[in-house]
């Protein structure tokens, strides 16, 4: 009930104000400790308890993770743009650097099943190629 | 022959080159694929979408990829049978009241499923994933039922065990 009423909070305070899942899954990574696994958020802890906070934070993690590894290839590309488009970073440079560094590998939940977190990595992998081309594409244009 | 000799061959070393990939299917604790992944590895529409682009490097990275991740899903299903054999032959030693018609059923559906992911993989190699999609959702059914039917078969040699004691 508590975990409910935590997860629910978490939907509407933070994870709403945030666009996309793709968004989403790297922002819930982001609150887990490399080196524990834990998961941690300041504001949820302080409304409820550490773990149930912690809890939470992993369902919604591993939720919206199954969602963006199951969706359509084209879908994700649309995810990936919304995504480099609210960096501060030029589009190019932002896939640039997740193309050479990947770090989208750090978005998987723990003991995520082999075949879907391949799955999710190698859908990334063809979308950071699609956009990049579109991105490429429209720079020519607007140049020439 | 010799042609399928050799697309078994690469496939089992490519399978090879994706073992780092496969994380810890055997250790305790992954969390089994759901169903809905098998249809969506081996569905057609993503490629569809991908070749409409008409770019031969988009093609190439794509098929690259979804083969990669196809040969990951009939690895670990291969691993889930060959695990539900164990599970069933070390059942069936505990058992005292075995029928050797329904052993040797159980017998040759394992044997055929192990036989169609065998198919997929040189399938994938052949056709490449995204045409196995009915093969693949029919070998993901079975093991699911074959599953189901182990537990049940466990858990009643379980409980004749108790009772005989």
Redesign the interface.
């Known amino acids: 009930m508590i975990l409910q009423a935590a997860y629910e909070d978490l939907l509407r305070r933070s994870l709403s104000k945030i666009t996309g899942d793709l968004a989403r899954v790297i922002y819930l990574a982001s609150t887990r400790d490399y080196n524990t696994g834990t998961y941690h958020h300041e504001g949820l802890a302080a409304r409820y308890r550490a773990d149930v906070a912690a809890k939470a934070l992993e369902v919604a993690h591993r939720e919206i993770f ?1 969602r963006i ?2 969706c ?3 879908e994700l590309v649309r995810e990936l743009e919304v995504y480099v488009n609210s960096s501060r970073q030029a589009p190019q440079d932002v896939l640039h650097i997740w193309q050479k560094l990947e770090p989208y590998r750090l978005a998987l939940p723990m ?9 999710f990595v ?2 990334l ?2 979308a950071l ?2 956009l990049q ?1 579109q991105v490429q594409g429209a720079e020519g244009q607007s140049t020439a | 022959m010799l042609l399928l000799l050799a697309v078994a061959v690469r496939g089992w070393l490519v399978s090879r080159e994706t073992t780092g990939l496969r994380g810890s299917e055997d250790a305790s604790g992954q969390e089994a694929c759901p169903a809905e992944f098998a249809s969506y590895i081996f569905s057609p529409a993503d490629w569809r979408y991908v070749r409409a682009m008409k770019s031969p490097d988009i093609e190439r990275l794509f098929r690259k990829e979804r083969r990669t991740v196809a040969l990951v899903w009939v690895r670990q299903t291969s691993s889930a049978i060959r695990q539900i054999m164990r599970e069933h032959a070390a059942a069936a030693r505990r058992s005292s009241n075995l029928n050797a018609v329904t052993e040797l059923k159980i017998f040759v559906q394992f044997a055929a499923l192990l036989a169609i992911c065998g198919a997929i993989r040189v399938g994938i190699d052949l056709a490449g994933p995204m045409r196995l999609g009915g093969l693949a959702g029919y070998a993901q059914k079975l093991v699911q039922r074959i599953a189901k039917a182990e537990h049940a078969f466990v858990l009643a040699t379980q409980e004749r065990a108790r009772a005989v004691e």
């Open positions: 199954y590894a199951a359509p290839l084209p003991n995520t099943n082999a075949a879907v977190a391949r799955l190698s859908n992998r063809v190629a699609i081309r």
